[in-house]
């Protein structure tokens, strides 16, 4: 699989819309949706985390490219739907982040198969949310009236007034999601809500657990997610001025707890990131030179390098490693760029694209800097095909 692919996946159950985004070596995380969203709800997200996971969206069933199977549902439904999907995508562990349903969904998943997850971010949810009454009356409306006629209280649910005034764009994202959602899909994903305790789950949940919180969620409101830290022994964030979607009120907060959980702090997020690029062995040998000037120039170009330049989201590892390769030509770094070659092929370079930027750069940089380059760069590239 490439940086990039979506399409459809077959559960057993139900056929789930995904999409992935990031390198296919780095550790997964699954983003699950909140009920009435479409994985576009992450948009904000993907970019960040896509500089150090493999990250995975998915539709719920009955959502935006889900088609709906008949009900009635259950939360353990759509988290088979979940570990199925995980299954035919051929994904072993990962983390999961969700809000909402999602967050509900990926409780399930944690506590059934505690074995294939790594890590936990639940936002704005709860593992019982009642009255169960008005959930199978919302279920009923949404088959009689369709989504659509939920919009509005949907959107002052989602995002509180002065949120709403500041950023008017939400509302024309919110129909988009809402208005995709089928109607049938709705409602019995409501039923399974209505239906839900996963409380008696929850002392089964393994995986370090961070919750998120908006103080201004009136759905789940902070202690109801203070009561689900507790109970998972969890962090937990609160995000002032956000909504039940805190994701999209708080982007840049909401995004930095998800990576800090899921990563760690900058240092520890730059070595991954190095780590991915240049390879275990490479890192490995440079962390213990004995030297303390040479170990804190390695600390520097750690967090300044990899953990902000390298994971910035303006730009994709690929296109990262390509620039890095051509600035490497220029300068005549023999020794880094043999290290970049392995690293732009593990980002998913082509050995082709790779002689094809050496060759560009003996028309902008000079015959001589690529002349030189070339023989370094071929043998890197054999170097890697015989590994």
Known sequence: MGQRMQGSVDTGGATLRFRFDGPDAAPCVVLLSSLGATFEMWEPQVPRLAGF??????????????????????????????????????????????????????????????????????????PQLGPADAWVERAARARTTGTGALLDGL??????????????????????????????????????????????????????????????DPVTPPATELALAQALGAGLVVLPGAGHVANLAATEEFTEAVVTHLVGLPAIRGAAARRAVLGDEHVTTSMQTPDPAARALVDYLTRAGWAEVWSRPGLDRRTRSAITLACLVALGRPGELEIHVAGALRNGLSAEEVTEIVLHCAAYAGMPAAKAAMPLVLRALDDASSG
């Open 53 to 126: 996971c493999r990250v995975l969206r998915l539709d719920h069933r009955g959502h935006g490219g889900s088609p709906a199977p008949a009900g009635p549902y259950t939360i353990g439904d759509l988290g088979r739907d979940v570990v199925g999907a995980l299954d035919s995508l051929g994904v072993e562990r990962a983390a999961f982040c969700g809000i909402s349903l999602g967050g509900m969904v990926a409780m399930w998943v944690a506590a059934h198969h505690p074995e294939r997850t790594t890590s936990l971010v639940l936002a704005c949810t709860a």
């Open 155 to 216: 959107y002052e649910r989602w995002f509180p007034a002065e949120v709403r005034k500041e950023r008017p764009e939400l509302r024309a994202e919110v129909a988009s999601m809402v208005t995709s959602t089928d109607d049938e899909g709705y409602a019995s994903c409501c039923e399974a809500i209505a239906t839900m305790d996963l409380r008696p789950d929850l002392p089964r949940i393994q995986a370090p657990a961070l919750v998120i919180a908006g103080t201004e």
